[in-house]
């Protein structure tokens, strides 16, 4: 298994090009299925995670050309799916273990064929992540589910009908899988406290793109007037807003200075909001956003998770590292999952001095992260290690980094054109 080598201690200096949107391009080549006609994605990010839902496609009759990489090589590549007729409608365990994600085929498949089986997600790293909120709200749309053999099998016989779903607490992956499923059914459909995650709105505007009747995009309802059928589209995915704050962390707990490139400030605010208030300079220019944080004495901020537009869950794990090197003491309490905090015990061996008292953590700055063997747990508890390395005096060496792959695109390179100390050994 690869690992990571970092020598800490070097501020960052350069530009960053920020990708497209992992949790945006997932559900968007899951849309390809909603339609027998090609659905061009463009800004495509290269990952592991895009790999895996290519692969599950596939097995659901979705024929995918790639239109080349973007003419600088690096910052997405133009992919074309077309879904033809699917024997197969199933997303099966071994692909649904490596990615939750997986589970939103549900919605499309059963818009467009009336069926599907996809296996029960079961447990990750980062709590137990139900799919309850997904059937519930699907069987409100006529669906009729069964759970047989690890497997949900849910059934539309009589095609999808459109009615009013009021989401008890909010689910991103819930809101994609019924706004996608109520494209296609027989009328309106209306989604009450839905997700506003700027990635729920690239979807719904690529919807709309192929010809669904949405209003309400980016706000708490959603209303859907089912169409009989759609067509193909080709569509921009949105820039990264988690890669983004993660440059964003990493610029920070270097005291760097860094430039990046296509990134978009007012999908971050909530993040901008605290780096801002720790001290850290961020500015929007013509080229991108810079960020400035060079002989700075940060202090501690106090944030807690919650869904768009308040701070995010997937940027905890690396604001933790920041506040582990502040001059001050900083609380983070985490809202959304239960059981994320698995970066804790190894930013502290790291030197960070953090404390958990159920869903909040006190972080209290030290003068110095030391660096350490680490051991990567989930995706964004893998960068902040990665980040704390940067920061730390001496080599940090961050094991497992399969999890990087899934959603960061040329992570150690990114860093290492900024001038960090960092290089993934090979075994
Ligand atoms: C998406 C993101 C993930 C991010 C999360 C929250 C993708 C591919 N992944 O995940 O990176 O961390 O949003 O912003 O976009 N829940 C249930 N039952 C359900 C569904 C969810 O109890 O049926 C719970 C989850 O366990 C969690 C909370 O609801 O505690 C929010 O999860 P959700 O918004 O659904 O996250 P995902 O869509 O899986």
Do not use: W
């Not at 956003?289 to 919650?306: C, K, N, S, W």
Request: some cysteine; hydrophobic content about 45%.
């Amino acid at each position: 298994m690869d690992r990571i080598r970092i020598r800490g201690g070097r501020p960052l200096e350069g530009r960053v090009p920020i990708g497209g949107a992992k949790n945006a391009a997932l559900p968007l080549m899951a849309a390809s299925l909603l339609t027998d006609e090609p659905v061009t994605l463009a800004n495509l990010p290269h990952l592991a995670d895009i790999s895996t839902m290519a692969n599950l496609l596939a097995r659901n009759g979705v024929e995918m050309g790639m239109n080349g990489d973007m003419p600088d090589g690096h910052t997405g590549r133009v992919v074309s799916l077309q879904a033809r007729d699917a024997a197969d409608r199933t997303a099966p365990y071994d692909l649904v273990r490596r990615m939750r994600a997986s589970v939103l085929v549900l919605g499309p498949l059963l818009a467009r064929y009336g069926e599907a089986r996809v296996s029960l997600p079961g447990g990750c790293a980062i709590g137990t992540r139900p799919v309850d909120l997904h059937l519930q709200s699907l069987q409100e749309l006529g669906v009729e589910v069964e759970i047989e053999g690890g497997y949900i099998h849910a059934r539309a016989p009589r095609g999808l009908k459109g009615a009013t779903v009021i989401f008890p607490f909010v689910s991103v992956g819930a809101t994609e899988n019924l706004l996608m499923a109520a494209a296609l059914a027989d009328g309106e459909t209306v989604l009450q406290n839905a997700a506003r995650e700027p990635e729920v709105g690239d979807l719904a505007r690529c919807l709309q793109g192929m010809g669904a009747d949405i209003e309400g995009i980016d706000s708490p309802t959603l209303r859907v007037r089912g169409v009989g059928s759609l067509r193909g589209t080709r569509h921009d995915v949105i820039v990264d807003r988690i890669e983004t704050g993660t440059y964003l962390i990493a610029t920070a707990v270097t005291r760097g200075h860094v430039l990046l490139e296509n990134a978009r400030l007012d999908l971050t605010a909530a993040l901008v909001k605290a780096l801002d208030e720790a001290g850290v300079t961020i500015t929007e220019t013509d080229a991108g956003v810079l960020v400035d944080a060079r002989d700075r004495r940060l202090t501690g901020v106090d944030v807690m998770t919650e869904p768009y537009p308040g701070f995010p869950t997937d940027m905890q794990a690396q604001f933790m590292a920041l506040m582990a090197t502040t001059g001050g003491a900083s609380m983070i309490t985490e809202t959304i999952f239960e059981n994320r905090f698995m970066h804790v015990p190894e930013l502290r061996r790291m030197g960070a001095d953090v404390t958990v008292h159920g869903a909040s953590a006190i972080v209290r700055g030290v003068e110095r992260l030391s660096g350490a063997p680490v051991m990567a747990t989930d995706l964004r508890a893998s960068v902040s290690l990665i980040l704390a390395g940067l920061a730390a005096h001496g080599t940090t060496e961050v094991n497992r980094v399969y999890h990087l792959d899934r959603g960061y695109e040329r992570l150690e390179d990114k860093l290492a054109q900024c001038g960090a100390d960092i290089e993934r050994v090979k075994e």
